[in-house]
C-alpha cells in the first residue's frame, strides 16, 4: 500500500462508481462470491444483500477475507462491492482471522475457497438451487488411492463395524463428510443414497469435523483428501 492511502486511493478509485476498479478485480470478486456460496450452499444474491442468517453471514465474512487476501482492494473498494460499509468490512476480515486460528472448520472452507474459486463465473451470480456435486466415485477414488484400498472395498456394506474391513467406519465418516463438505451433497440426502438413519450419518459428519478440530494430523489429512477430490482437470484417481 503506498504511503499517502487518501492519495492512493482518489486515484484508485472514482468515489461514484465501483466501475473505475479493474474489471478483472470486480470478475474475480464475483467468482469468490459464487464459490463461497456455493460451499455454504447459499445463493451468492444473498452474500451481497442484508441477508442476516448465520450462514450467508458466514458466507460474506468468508468471501470478503478471501477477496482481500486474493485481490488485495482499497478497503472503501471491497465494502462497496459487498454492500457494506468499510467499518464493517473492517470488522469481517478481523472476525475471519480469529476464527480461523481456533476453527478448523472455517480455515478449511476458507481453503476450498480459494482452491475452486477459478472454476466459477466472474461476469454474473450463480442461483443455487442445490449444490453441484462431486460424484460419489470421484470421492471414493481418492480415499482409496489415498488409504491404498482396491475401489471395491469401499463398498457400503464393508464400511460397517460388523465387516471384518480395519477402519470400515473410519472411511464411512470420511467419506460421509467428503460428500457434504466440497461434494455438496445435503446430510439428508446422503442419508437417503445410503439407506442408513438421517441421525447416523450427521454423527459420522460431525466425529470428522470435531476431529479436525482437535487434531493437526486430521486437518492435513482432510485437506489433503479435498485437495485431491478438487483436482478436477486431472485425470481421476482409483
Not at 32 to 46: D, K, L, R, T
Not at 69 to 77: G, K, M, Q
Not at 95 to 120: F, H, L, P, T
Not at 186 to 214: C, L, N, V
Request: charged letters at 25%; a negative charge; aromatic letters at 10%.
Amino acid at each position: 500500500m503506498p504511503e499517502n492511502e487518501l492519495e492512493f486511493e482518489k486515484e484508485y478509485l472514482d468515489a461514484s462508481s465501483i466501475e473505475s476498479r479493474p474489471l478483472r478485480s470486480a470478475f474475480k470478486a464475483t467468482q469468490i462470491v459464487n464459490a463461497a456460496g456455493s460451499i455454504f450452499h447459499v445463493n451468492p444474491e444473498g452474500i451481497l444483500s442484508g441477508a442476516t442468517d448465520k450462514t450467508s453471514t458466514e458466507a460474506r465474512h468468508a468471501a470478503t477475507y478471501v477477496i482481500d487476501e486474493e485481490i488485495d482492494p482499497v478497503l472503501h473498494w471491497l465494502g462497496r462491492f459487498m454492500g457494506r460499509h468499510h467499518t464493517t468490512v473492517m470488522y469481517g476480515l478481523e472476525k475471519v482471522r480469529n476464527e480461523i486460528v481456533r476453527d478448523g472448520v472455517m480455515a478449511q472452507k476458507i481453503r476450498i475457497i480459494r482452491a475452486s474459486y477459478k472454476n466459477m463465473p466472474g461476469d454474473h451470480l450463480i442461483t443455487i438451487n442445490q449444490p453441484p456435486r462431486l460424484s460419489l466415485e470421484k470421492i471414493k477414488g481418492v480415499v482409496a488411492t489415498v488409504f491404498m484400498v482396491n475401489t471395491d472395498r469401499l463398498a457400503w456394506e464393508n464400511l460397517t463395524w460388523a465387516s471384518n474391513f480395519p477402519h470400515g467406519y473410519f472411511l464411512r465418516w470420511i467419506i460421509i463428510y467428503l460428500l457434504h463438505e466440497i461434494g455438496g451433497w445435503p446430510i439428508p440426502d446422503i442419508a437417503e443414497h445410503f439407506s442408513q438413519r438421517h441421525r447416523s450419518t450427521q454423527e459420522g459428519y460431525e466425529r470428522i469435523k470435531a476431529s479436525m478440530t482437535d487434531d493437526p494430523w486430521m486437518r492435513f489429512l482432510v485437506h489433503a483428501l479435498q485437495d485431491l477430490c478438487l483436482e478436477k482437470d486431472k485425470a481421476p484417481v482409483g
